[in-house]
């Protein structure tokens, strides 16, 4: 059996966010669809839940896989997840657009290429010194 198909994860943790962009659902969903569309994706769904006393989950259902941010306003913080399957969506165009629209002062992430004999993982630089 050929263990080979073709994906691309993309984790990123974001710190450093103002409370306000992490707190809105509207805004985010807003963005999180945009994201999909810049990186070609195609958007089936997106649900969304508001924690209280605050806190956000946006989850985008793609033909290609999925989109997704969990956010903790109270600490800046956001966790961003993009994982698209085949070769013609790039995940990270996604993020990018993600972090252009929430400006985090500091960014952990992660490529990960999916679907070959092993994960192939690797580091990304995604801010601009």
Same mark, same amino acid.
């Given at each position: 059996?050929?263990?080979?198909?073709?994906?691309?994860?993309?984790?990123?943790d974001?710190?450093?966010?103002?409370?306000?962009?992490?707190?809105?659902?509207?805004?985010?969903?807003?963005?999180?669809?945009?994201?999909?569309?810049?990186? @070609?994706? $195609? !958007?089936?769904?997106?649900? #969304?839940?508001?924690?209280?006393?605050?806190?956000?989950?946006?989850?985008? =259902?793609? +033909?290609?896989?999925?989109?997704?941010?969990?956010?903790?306003?109270?600490?800046g913080?956001?966790?961003?997840?993009?994982?698209?399957? @085949?070769? $013609? !969506?790039?995940?990270?165009? #996604?993020?990018?657009?993600?972090?252009?629209?929430?400006?985090?002062?500091? =960014?952990? +992430?992660?490529?990960?290429?999916?679907?070959?004999?092993?994960?192939?993982?690797?580091?990304?630089?995604?801010?601009?010194?």
């Amino acid at each position: 059996m050929e263990y080979s198909t073709f994906g691309r994860h993309i984790i990123a943790d974001l710190w450093g966010v103002d409370f306000a962009k992490l707190n809105d659902v509207a805004y985010l969903k807003e963005h999180v669809y945009e994201a999909a569309k810049v990186s @070609g994706a $195609t !958007v089936l769904s997106i649900d #969304s839940h508001r924690f209280d006393p605050h806190g956000v989950t946006i989850f985008a =259902v793609l +033909s290609e896989s999925h989109l997704s941010i969990h956010t903790y306003p109270e600490k800046g913080f956001a966790a961003l997840d993009g994982y698209t399957c @085949g070769h $013609t !969506v790039d995940p990270l165009k #996604s993020i990018q657009y993600l972090l252009s629209v929430l400006k985090p002062d500091k =960014v952990n +992430s992660l490529k990960v290429t999916r679907g070959q004999d092993r994960l192939n993982v690797s580091r990304l630089s995604l801010l601009e010194d």
